[in-house]
């Protein structure tokens, strides 16, 4: 069956845009989660959704990132002014639930420059 | 921060076995042991997860010590398709992955 998918699989704006990252999870998954991956780290979490409720935000690094799923399937990731810091790759996983002990499978990330 | 230390990178020769080894001292006593792997530009990948006693499927071994406080993963015969990162995590009842920097994992032809 078809996985976690991420649109567009690259994006370069410049310093000051807004950009839009879109992930479409599998199919009846009901948890959301957004990573972002810097060059030669480990994916750091962003936001858990589940359903169309941010469970927890608490990784949103401040007020230009916001995510929102509003029908409880697709997301976005909305990044307003981008800076050249918010260069990385971005990361969307689903799950079944919201059971710690769901798996999470990984979309292929969308690799965003800020020039 | 991540609640694990693992070694920054191992080499092992195609087809030995891979031993990954896991530190976790603070792991408390509902928190699970994953393991994911990252290819190179790809998302990470689920391998196995274990609370206590050993796991095994068709990937890979999950071997956690008796007091919880280690555990090491097995890939039996290692391919070069095996090259990648490999993340050791706990989780508690959050559902989100606090990732380390993981070991990159380099199969030796």
């Known amino acids: 069956g078809a996985g976690v998918s991420q649109t567009p699989s690259n994006k370069v704006t410049e310093k000051g845009k807004y950009v839009e990252l879109r992930c479409d999870p599998i199919?009846?998954?009901?948890?959301l989660y957004w990573y972002r991956q810097s060059l030669g780290q480990g994916p750091e979490f962003l936001i858990y959704?589940?359903?169309?409720?941010?469970?927890?935000d608490s990784g949103l690094p401040n007020d230009r990132f916001f995510a929102v799923r509003p029908e409880g399937s697709v997301s976005t990731l909305k990044i307003q002014r981008t800076e050249r810091g918010d260069s990385a790759v971005y990361l969307c996983?689903?799950?079944?639930?919201?059971?710690?002990?769901?798996?999470?499978?990984f979309g292929p990330g969308t690799r965003l420059t800020v020039l | 921060d991540a609640k694990t230390t693992q070694p920054p990178s191992m080499d092992c020769a195609e087809g030995r076995a891979a031993n990954l080894p896991c530190n976790h001292s603070?792991?408390?006593?509902?928190?699970?042991v994953y393991w994911y792997r990252q290819i190179h530009s790809q998302g990470p990948q689920y391998i196995i997860h274990?609370?206590?006693n050993n796991e095994t499927n068709e990937m890979a071994s999950l071997i956690i010590t008796e007091d919880r406080k280690s555990s090491t993963l097995i890939l039996p015969h290692a391919t070069l398709r095996d090259t990648a990162v490999y993340y050791c995590?706990?989780?508690?009842?959050?559902?989100?992955?606090?990732f380390g920097k993981g070991t990159r994992l380099h199969i030796l032809p």
């Open positions: 995590i706990v989780r508690f009842r959050d559902d989100k992955i606090i």
């Open positions: 274990g609370l206590k």
């Open positions: 199919s009846g998954h009901t948890a």
């Open positions: 959704f589940q359903g169309t409720g941010a469970a927890d």
């Open positions: 603070t792991i408390s006593g509902n928190e699970y």
């Open positions: 996983a689903s799950s079944r639930g919201s059971s710690s002990y769901n798996e999470q499978f």
